[in-house]
């Protein structure tokens, strides 16, 4: 049963339409009562229909109360009152054309029906009732039939409408979250910006020229200052819905790092394709740690129908059989969070191939959500 604060008016508009519906039919009643077989018991069937109307105005109101229960019983409630005409108006007066005692209120429950359920609810309500209705006239005639087919048409149209607002709604919902989150970003890369990259800066700018490990310092930190200002870059672009894992992956590349790929995007939901990139990303960082300087790395990105495989691969100092088991026991986890824990977090497996002095290849799959 779906429910959302944009159904809010379409139940209040079934129960104005109820209302005026309940004030015809009693018009009705009042002018052709007297051509009934049984007049006396019109007024307890409208005492009904005034009662049922006043009771769904107060139930509809609350979405809580909106169960299949509430409505499966105004369908029967509002059928036993159509069929209470075939007693009280007369098989002969029905077949002679006289209007039954719910006339147009029995439409309502069709209406919220379409509204609860969609279009196959109110296409089902419409059905019943309008098979009700025609039993009840025991006539085929073409007023009989347009009538139906009115309430089936209305029933689609209102079910229609549900599911256009419905997915309305998930869109602004949706836009309102990119917002917040672009937002955040935004603040988190000013702050950024405003001390770590700053502080970045001073150390290469005060450490440019000097020997030893004073200017090794300044030149990590050169380094990192533009990894980090290509980050704050890319986290601070536009959020939406699918971003190109080759348009995050090129802010690695370098003299030393080259990037082979696909020639259009790969796209990719963008949590994926952070995930991937931050992964690529500690990656890059092991061979910057553990390899000499100048290592040559070669990211190769393959975008596959039902999958998308990234190959990080260097030719570094390569790494021992037992290197990585004994890395996680002494509490080293970069391999094992960074790289494994997002890329199964996201459904995906990691393949590291390596031996010393061989270089290492890591091979990331993610499986694409369909």
């Known amino acids: 049963m779906r429910d ?9 508009a079934i129960a104005v339409y109820r209302i005026a519906a309940l004030i015809y039919a009693t018009i009705l009643v009042i002018n052709n009562v007297a051509h009934y077989a049984r007049p006396v018991l019109a007024w307890p069937v409208l005492a009904v229909m005034l009662g049922w109307t006043a009771f769904t105005t107060y139930a509809y109101a609350n979405p809580a109360r909106r169960g299949r229960l509430l409505l499966v019983a105004d369908l029967l409630i509002t059928a036993a009152a159509l069929a209470a005409s075939v007693a009280v108006v007369g098989r002969l007066a029905l077949e002679e054309g006289k209007p039954t005692l719910a006339v147009a209120w029995h439409v309502a429950p069709v209406l919220a029906w379409a509204v609860a359920g969609g279009r196959r609810g109110g296409i089902a309500a419409a059905l019943a009732m309008g098979a009700t209705d025609l039993v009840v006239r025991a006539h085929r005639d073409q007023a009989a039939l347009t009538g139906s087919v009115l309430m089936l048409l209305a029933a689609i149209a209102v079910g229609y409408l549900v599911r256009i607002a419905e997915v309305a709604q998930e869109r602004l919902q949706r836009a309102v979250e990119l917002e917040a989150a672009t937002r955040e970003r935004e603040r988190l890369a000013r702050d950024i910006h405003d001390s770590v990259l700053q502080v970045l800066a001073l150390v290469k700018r005060r450490g440019a020229g000097l020997d030893g ?7 990590l930190a ?17 959020i939406v819905d699918g971003a190109d894992l080759m348009t995050l992956l090129g802010a690695h590349e370098s003299p030393h790092v080259t990037i082979s790929g696909p020639a259009e995007p790969v796209r990719l939901p963008a949590g994926t394709a952070r995930e991937i990139a931050a992964a690529v990303a500690a990656a890059l960082d092991n061979v910057e740690r553990h390899c000499d300087p100048g290592t040559k790395v070669y990211i190769l990105v393959e975008d596959e129908p039902d999958e998308v495989v ?7 100092c390569g790494i021992g059989p037992d290197r990585l088991t004994q890395a996680e026991q002494q509490g080293r986890l970069g391999v094992a969070q960074s790289i494994r824990g997002r890329i199964t977090d996201l459904g995906g497996t990691v393949t590291i191939t390596s031996a010393p002095d061989q270089g290492t290849e890591v091979e990331m799959r993610v499986t694409r959500l369909t």
């Open 222 to 238: 050169g380094e990192q200052e533009a990894k980090l200002r290509n980050l704050v870059a890319a986290r601070s672009a536009p």
């Open 310 to 316: 990234v190959t990080v691969r260097d030719d570094g």
């Open 4 to 12: 959302g604060g944009f159904q809010a008016p379409l139940w209040r």
């Open 213 to 219: 490990e004073a200017g090794e310092l300044a030149r």
